[in-house]
């Protein structure tokens, strides 16, 4: 039998809801227009820059990203046709391709980080104390171990260039 939220948890819960949903959009509409990168770009040529030699297999994309495949298929087809990345198929598994970084997507993330880590530093960041930091960080973490409890949580705030 399914319990009610208290009136506490739903303020937390909708507040959670709320501020996530704005967040996301915020940020990405102040990428879109300082770089022209979507928050879903930025998102996929982090991950690229961050692995060895700019290239990850589509499934790695996908587990990373929580999206679905189709998602990710239509989204890497139209980076590619901006330059941003570009397509390999693997040589030891003919079913699986590659996304790798082309010097276009690396200098794009390059010229859009700068700008994006301060408005997230600006949106988040600058309103909490050290203390508030961590506590967001501990609460995170807590939260990201119950969604994947046969894997090992990534730490907050993980990226360099992240979303955070």
């Given at each position: ?17 709320q501020m996530t949903s ?47 495949q189709s998602r990710l ?44 880590v301060d408005t997230v ?44």
């Open positions: 039998m399914s319990q009610w939220l208290t009136d506490d948890e739903q303020r937390a819960w909708r507040g959670l809801v704005r967040l996301d959009a915020r940020l990405n509409r102040e990428l879109q227009q300082s770089s022209g990168l979507s928050l879903a770009d930025y998102d996929v040529l982090v991950l690229l820059t961050e692995a060895p030699d700019g290239r990850l297999r589509m499934f790695q994309l996908v587990d990373d990203l929580q999206w679905e298929s239509h989204h890497i087809a139209r980076m590619q046709r901006r330059g941003l990345v570009a397509r390999e198929e693997c040589t030891t598994d003919k079913r699986g391709a590659f996304v790798v970084l082309t010097d276009a997507g690396r200098e794009a993330i390059e010229k859009a980080a700068p700008g994006h530093r600006r949106l988040v960041f600058d309103g909490l104390s050290g203390e508030q930091v961590a506590m967001l960080e501990t609460f995170v973490g807590r939260v990201l171990s119950r969604l994947a409890p046969t894997e090992e949580a990534a730490p907050a705030g993980g990226r360099v260039h992240g979303r955070s």
